[in-house]
């Protein structure tokens, strides 16, 4: 069976995947794993359909949607297996999760042969209020398992590197693309909702908040490194964050490092703390058994990023991090603490069971097994991977204007690189203890059997 793989930023999303067609090679399928406008132009070439999973087949508001992309693969027999990126990373409360769900995706787009799986049971609650026409799933996402002990092993070499490199730091992870977006704060101000009033001034809200915590986090790490200077203090932005914005506001400062390489779950176990607010990656951190510090200066519970920040200790001022900063390094602090409060624990279903093993549960239900696949013939891959180079060449030259838009895309998808790809699978054999056949295409294409 043919079964797409939709990459859009490869930090977050890469290792996963190459695990999940790890789990599903040898079993005559053909994988494909690829920047998710890529696979696009291969589907007419799989005459037997298949099945997507991800959630590139939606392009924008769930209000503005037209389901070009969705109704496409539907047209070339492809069913979907649709998990967000997004599925606890909320305000708190049911409410705050079911405006932001009904902003990200419209299930009414889903039909009975497609499936959906969320990231707990309080957002599977949800969804099944929302749709009863397909069929929804409670999955945990497969990513955040990756940071558990039995997949240490493929993060060993990288964190070992970056361990020689910057010896002990503290990682901070910047998540404020409202106020610092990658894209142009043209983009987020643009011409068409600056005209809803009433967009406009939620976005002028969220814009100032931001920017604040933004300011602080900035004003925190530049004092953190003063009052350690034996410490490297690692700044790593949102992919959908300037990234040169950051390091610009801490040049000069030799113990301060904006980096933002490969996956974070590498930075995060070379660390000896992780201090953000409102960030993805200290659900990650708690996984792994490092310490984790939500700091906030100014608490809005409009605004607050509510499932992540139960992560840790919460600390609102310098001293007390000063305080936190120094037993860590006294004492070489690591927990394994996971959140004990229902509440909190029915926001991810890792924090009780193994997500692989539910996503794949869902996986194989799916796939036919008399169903053929069709190879899509490497000429064509060529092919169709020379003129979109062409493409993008053209436009830095003939479109300066869309220059911007288009580098803060190859910030998040700056191509798979094929030496890294292979260490990934080596290492991913020896921890599924089987032989993965598959060939890497190009920068953006990679095919599992």
């Not at 040898?26 to 998710?36: A, E, F, K, L, V």
């Not at 493929?154 to 894209?183: C, H, R, W």
């Not at 959140?339 to 890792?350: A, G, I, R």
């Not at 008399?370 to 436009?395: A, C, G, H, M, Y």
């Amino acid at each position: 069976m043919n079964i797409l793989l939709p990459i859009e930023t490869i930090n977050r999303e890469l290792d996963f995947k190459l695990v999940l067609a790890g789990y599903l090679s040898g079993q005559g399928h053909q994988i494909y794993i690829g920047q998710h406008d890529f696979l696009m132009r291969l589907v007419p070439s799989m005459n037997d359909g298949g099945i997507y999973i991800g959630k590139n087949i939606f392009n924008v508001d769930a209000s503005e949607e037209k389901g070009e992309k969705y109704y496409f693969l539907k047209k070339n027999k492809f069913d979907i297996i649709y998990l967000n990126e997004e599925g606890a990373v909320f305000f708190k409360g049911e409410e705050s999760m079911i405006r932001r769900l009904e902003k990200l995706y419209n299930l009414n787009f889903f039909d009975e042969n497609d499936q959906v799986c969320v990231w707990g049971n309080l957002q599977e609650k949800l969804e099944k209020r929302r749709s009863t026409k397909v069929e929804i799933h409670c999955t945990g996402h497969p990513r955040f398992d990756l940071c558990k002990k039995e997949w240490r092993s493929l993060y060993e070499t990288k964190v070992d590197k970056i361990k020689k490199t910057y010896k002990n730091f503290i990682l901070i992870n910047g998540n404020f693309s409202a106020a610092n977006p990658g894209n142009g704060i043209e983009h987020y101000f643009n011409e068409e909702k600056m005209k809803d009033e009433k967009v406009r001034l939620e976005g002028i809200s969220t814009f100032v908040y931001q920017s604040g915590q933004l300011l602080s986090m900035v004003k925190l790490t530049h004092h953190l490194a003063s009052a350690f200077p034996e410490l490297n203090f690692i700044y790593r932005p949102h992919p959908s964050e300037d990234h040169n914005y950051y390091k610009i506001l801490f040049a000069g400062a030799k113990n301060i490092h904006v980096k933002h390489d490969g996956n974070v779950i590498n930075w995060i176990l070379a660390s000896k703390l992780l201090l953000h607010d409102g960030c993805t990656t200290a659900i990650e951190a708690t996984l792994a058994g490092v310490p984790v510090v939500n700091y906030k200066l100014n608490f809005d519970v409009t605004r607050d990023i509510w499932f992540p920040n139960q992560m840790g200790e919460q600390i609102d001022n310098f001293d007390k991090i000063i305080s936190y900063i120094k037993k860590i390094e006294k004492e070489d602090l690591k927990l394994s603490i996971y959140p004990k409060k229902e509440e909190v624990l029915q926001y991810l279903y890792n924090f009780k069971g193994n997500s692989y093993e539910a996503f794949l549960k869902i996986i194989n239900h799916k796939i036919v097994k008399n169903k053929t696949n069709s190879k899509v013939p490497s000429i064509r891959i060529k092919q169709f991977f020379l003129e979109q180079s062409i493409r993008d060449f053209l436009i830095k030259i003939l479109k300066p204007n869309k220059r911007k838009h288009l580098s803060y895309h190859n910030t998040k998808f700056y191509g798979f690189h094929e030496h890294d790809v292979n260490e990934k699978f080596k290492n991913i054999s020896k921890i599924l203890n089987k032989k993965i056949i598959y060939k890497f295409h190009n920068s953006h294409l990679i095919n599992i059997q």
